[in-house]
């Protein structure tokens, strides 16, 4: 049996019993990881992956351009009505900070690193995604202000991030000799181009598909197929016109949800859908590329360490400094600070420096750093958070989270809730 027919009977047999492994704390990533790093080059080496593969590369952009796409187009900060001041907080505080905390403690830990490639690092692990926080973003024993906020950061904190990544991957390779153009200006090309692929497909193609939908010219799979072909052409156009396809995807996603004001919602779902599918074969490459390597190589500290450092306080200190002044007891600010599982973004970022960094010495460092910060992302989140969120519903029983609020029936959470925040929250990306 082939490998990629093997990885079909893996991906079936997921399917069949997705709900059953759900409730044992397994999720799709950790089965994916390690069916790829079992039928990959380290140990079977019955699947065709390769870092110079151009098929992988492409498969792996699409994927998140796709999902980059639907995030932006569906997830908006009206969706937090009432708080929107607590994503934001995470966004434009907590993730430059998270960035910058990340980079100082690569350049202490990394032995001969280079602040290009420290923060080429700390750039590509700082996203964080919902769909290996699940039991966080739909536990009810987590307020639903906290639960949308987290989600909200997710969907967007990788596409934040984009332009960040593109600019250090052009000092990177500056740096190493890869380039003979001025790394400021190729990562302002990239991202100009972008800008404008992004408002010709976006907003130009959510009028035009606004109108169909308005005048009843196109069906509900129109729609639908419609939506996929401006996310693939968000991605492809820019790319061809030398602009960065997934800062284009992701602008392109704001620009269409803006048009249409949510109205296509559903019709995204299917790009999503599409998006959590091909996110299998992400993750089987990142099993087989990467933490299979590390079966064959002598293992490093340093890596381990910044992985952990990475995954607690890079990111919880951020996000306490962005949420000062909030009045969220402390438990609350820990709790949001421990929510930061790294993921698909993470992998696809990190192929795309390693091929664009083919020949660059830190090539090999930030292959292994990223993979155990990932791993560690994939193997704890599902064990740890819905502990941790009984632990800090516990913890806050005594008094609300917020000194001002009275205290649920339940004597922890805020209530009432917030205006806008009653039901169950936003679904979270389900395919990263």
């Not at 997921?14 to 069916?35: C, E, H, N, Q």
């Not at 790394?183 to 408002?199: D, P, S």
Request: hydrophobic content about 50%.
């Amino acid at each position: 049996m082939g490998g990629l027919t093997t990885l079909a009977v893996v991906v079936l047999a997921y399917t069949l019993v997705a709900s059953k492994l759900d409730r044992w704390w397994i999720s799709g990533p950790m089965v994916f990881v390690a069916a790829g790093t079992v039928l990959g080059p380290g140990v079977l080496n019955v699947l065709p992956f390769s870092l110079s593969s151009e098929t992988i590369r492409t498969a792996t952009e699409l994927t998140l351009a796709l999902l980059l796409f639907s995030d932006a187009s569906t997830v908006r900060l009206r969706d937090v009505e009432g708080d929107e001041s607590l994503p934001k907080r995470l966004l434009f505080v907590g993730l430059p900070l998270t960035i910058a905390a990340g980079a100082l403690v690569a350049y202490l830990v990394i032995p001969n690193i280079g602040w290009g490639p420290a923060a080429l690092i700390a750039t590509i692990l700082a996203p964080t995604d919902a769909a290996l926080g699940l039991a966080v973003v739909t536990n009810r024993a987590v307020p639903v202000r906290i639960r949308r906020a987290l989600n909200v950061e997710s969907g967007l904190n990788d596409g934040i991030a984009t332009p960040f990544v593109t600019l250090f991957i052009a000092v990177c390779a500056s740096e190493e000799g890869l380039s003979d153009q001025a790394w400021g200006l190729e990562a302002l090309k990239e991202i100009g181009l972008a800008i404008v692929a992004a408002f010709v497909v976006g907003y130009i193609g959510g009028k035009l598909l606004a109108l169909a939908h308005g005048h009843g010219w196109a069906s509900d799979v129109s729609e639908q197929i419609a939506i996929l072909a401006l996310a693939l052409l968000s991605y492809e156009g820019s790319v061809a016109i030398g602009g960065n396809g997934f800062i284009a995807a992701f602008t392109g996603g704001l620009l269409f949800g803006a048009v249409t004001m949510g109205r296509l919602g559903a019709p995204v779902q299917f790009t999503e859908t599409l998006g959590l599918s091909a996110s299998f074969l992400v993750w089987s490459v990142f099993g087989g590329l990467f933490a299979g390597r590390l079966l064959t190589e002598e293992l490093s500290a340093q890596p381990i360490i910044y992985a952990i450092v990475s995954l607690t306080l890079i990111r919880m200190v951020p996000v306490a400094i962005a949420l000062t002044g909030t009045h969220l007891r402390p438990a609350t600010v820990a709790f949001m600070g421990w929510f930061g599982p790294r993921g698909l973004a993470s992998v696809v970022f990190t192929l795309v420096a390693l091929q664009d960094l083919e020949h660059s010495g830190a090539g090999t460092m930030l292959l292994e750093t990223a993979t155990w910060t990932i791993l560690l992302s994939v193997g704890s989140s599902r064990s740890t958070t819905p502990s941790r969120a009984s632990s800090t519903s516990n913890a806050t029983a005594a008094a609300p989270l917020r000194a001002s609020t009275p205290a649920s029936p339940s004597g922890c959470w805020p209530w009432p809730p917030a205006s806008g925040t009653t039901g169950p929250p936003p679904n979270p990306s389900s395919g990263r």
